[in-house]
């Protein structure tokens, strides 16, 4: 019975943490854009630790007749069969920010009894080399924090242990391990793990000794830490569709130019003032048409354009030039975001920027600042596809 309180006390300990730091989980919507975290190389996200504290041995028989170090109960039975010392060193790998993998070497000292009544206390070292595969709950269960100050981390580990005088047998067992970050390197760990192996590594008769060990450490973690992003788009193969759309009108486009180009130096070599005014007026199309529209898409959380984006924005451009030589006409610039990728505050903020942006490009291509109207939008959830995507819409005015 005392050793289940004891048990059950243990795991109430660790578990306080966990129910304290309950957090939201992510959003699980079908249709909200996906992020995973991978890491940057094999290298980064290790952990090398170091700590030390009790240990406890338990043989599971009561020892009524077999001599340890414990002190005997009422009923003449042992609680335990001995306290002592554990120090342990160990390097992790954390392969994602939920799954780690670690070695470690443990060093135990347990003083009992010799089975044989004399009473004479010696001194029981054993050690456990093992693997251990954690799980990272906290992050689990609240998403991905870089700023979170506490991990809960239960694991299990499997290994061997050994024992001077003893042959090498198999071990293994489960543990909680409880992380503290006092900066981006280096952490407290509070470690409570259970062992069990045969109880001939520790000097006992027979069965199964568990070893239960309290451990008190500090651990570094090594740069480069954190994760990168991996953004899955489900709006990618509409958008892909419409960037296919947009390259053949960019090559029409092209061969408008190329056409009306000719048709200019053909305009140049005329000679009648109103062969030239005919052929002004049934050839070259001037003035801008209320269908030129343009669309730039931005990256999530970015007012930058990518060089892609920016050739289409030049192309843009071009076709102002052309068609508004005079820059007598006006334009409607709206930015947007998506209210799905972040906060009220933030997506303000970046649409306004992305609108910003297209506004100077205008601005620095002759375009009078008061002939331009900045205009920004937050698109709520669940609205059209393309509607999510983060983009800017440039079109003239009537």
């Given at each position: 019975?005392?050793?289940?309180?004891?048990?059950?006390?243990?795991?109430?300990?660790?578990?306080?943490?966990?129910?304290?730091?309950?957090?939201?989980?992510?959003?699980?919507?079908?249709?909200?854009?996906?992020?995973?975290?991978?890491?940057r190389s094999f290298w980064d996200n290790?952990?090398?630790?170091?700590?030390?504290?009790?240990?406890?041995?338990?043989?599971?028989?009561?020892?009524?007749?077999?001599?340890?170090?414990?002190?005997?109960?009422?009923?003449?039975?042992?609680?335990?069969?001995?306290?002592?010392?554990?120090?342990?060193?160990?390097?992790?790998?954390?392969?994602?920010?939920?799954?780690?993998?670690?070695?470690?070497?443990?060093?135990?000292?347990?003083?009992?009894?010799?089975?044989?009544?004399?009473?004479?206390?010696?001194?029981?070292?054993?050690?456990?080399?093992?693997?251990?595969?954690?799980?990272?709950?906290?992050?689990?269960?609240?998403?991905?924090?870089?700023?979170?100050?506490?991990?809960?981390?239960?694991?299990?580990?499997?290994?061997?242990?050994?024992?001077?005088?003893?042959?090498?047998?198999?071990?293994?067992?489960a543990g909680f391990l409880s992380q503290?970050?006092?900066?981006?390197?280096?952490?407290?760990?509070?470690?409570?793990?259970?062992?069990?192996?045969?109880?001939?590594?520790?000097?006992?008769?027979?069965?199964?000794?568990?070893?239960?060990?309290?451990?008190?450490?500090?651990?570094?973690?090594?740069?480069?830490?954190?994760?990168?992003?991996?953004?899955?788009?489900?709006?990618?193969?509409?958008?892909?569709?419409?960037?296919?759309?947009?390259?053949?009108?960019?090559?029409?486009?092209?061969?408008?130019?190329?056409?009306?180009?000719?048709?200019?130096?053909?305009?140049?070599?005329?000679?009648?003032?109103?062969?030239?005014?005919?052929?002004?007026?049934?050839?070259?199309?001037?003035?801008?048409?209320?269908?030129?529209?343009?669309?730039?898409?931005?990256?999530?959380?970015?007012?930058?354009?990518?060089?892609?984006?920016?050739?289409?924005?030049?192309?843009?451009?071009?076709?102002?030039?052309?068609?508004?030589?005079?820059?007598?006409?006006?334009?409607?610039?709206?930015?947007?975001?998506?209210?799905?990728?972040?906060?009220?505050?933030?997506?303000?903020?970046?649409?306004?920027?992305?609108?910003?942006?297209?506004?100077?490009?205008?601005?620095?291509?002759?375009?009078?600042?008061?002939?331009?109207?900045?205009?920004?939008?937050?698109?709520?959830?669940?609205?059209?596809?393309?509607?999510?995507?983060?983009?800017?819409?440039?079109?003239?005015?009537?």
């Amino acid at each position: 019975m005392k050793k289940c309180i004891f048990a059950l006390c243990a795991l109430v300990v660790c578990a306080l943490p966990v129910v304290a730091q309950q957090e939201a989980a992510m959003d699980e919507n079908p249709d909200s854009i996906k992020v995973s975290y991978v890491p940057r190389s094999f290298w980064d996200n290790w952990e090398l630790s170091v700590s030390g504290g009790i240990s406890v041995l338990f043989n599971g028989m009561g020892h009524q007749k077999e001599t340890t170090s414990a002190p005997e109960t009422a009923t003449g039975h042992k609680m335990y069969d001995a306290i002592g010392g554990v120090g342990e060193i160990a390097a992790t790998k954390w392969f994602n920010p939920y799954i780690a993998g670690r070695i470690g070497w443990t060093t135990g000292y347990l003083p009992y009894a010799e089975a044989d009544n004399s009473q004479s206390k010696i001194a029981k070292w054993h050690n456990y080399a093992h693997i251990d595969m954690l799980w990272d709950w906290t992050t689990q269960f609240g998403g991905y924090k870089p700023g979170r100050i506490y991990d809960a981390v239960p694991y299990v580990h499997v290994g061997v242990v050994g024992n001077p005088g003893y042959n090498v047998m198999m071990g293994g067992g489960a543990g909680f391990l409880s992380q503290f970050h006092l900066n981006d390197s280096w952490l407290i760990n509070l470690d409570l793990r259970a062992t069990a192996t045969t109880a001939r590594k520790f000097g006992l008769p027979s069965g199964i000794a568990i070893d239960v060990n309290a451990l008190v450490g500090v651990s570094y973690r090594f740069k480069e830490q954190g994760w990168k992003k991996k953004i899955y788009n489900p709006y990618g193969p509409e958008v892909r569709r419409l960037n296919d759309e947009n390259d053949n009108l960019r090559t029409m486009l092209d061969q408008a130019l190329s056409e009306n180009q000719t048709l200019a130096d053909d305009l140049k070599k005329a000679q009648d003032e109103k062969t030239l005014t005919e052929v002004v007026t049934k050839e070259v199309f001037r003035g801008i048409p209320d269908t030129l529209e343009m669309t730039v898409y931005y990256a999530i959380n970015s007012s930058k354009l990518s060089a892609y984006e920016q050739a289409h924005l030049n192309t843009y451009i071009r076709m102002i030039n052309f068609n508004d030589p005079n820059r007598e006409h006006r334009y409607c610039v709206i930015g947007t975001a998506d209210q799905g990728t972040g906060t009220l505050e933030v997506n303000q903020r970046v649409s306004l920027e992305r609108a910003n942006a297209i506004k100077q490009a205008l601005m620095d291509n002759g375009i009078r600042e008061e002939l331009i109207d900045v205009q920004t939008r937050i698109v709520p959830d669940g609205e059209a596809s393309m509607a999510r995507a983060s983009h800017v819409i440039v079109y003239p005015l009537q």
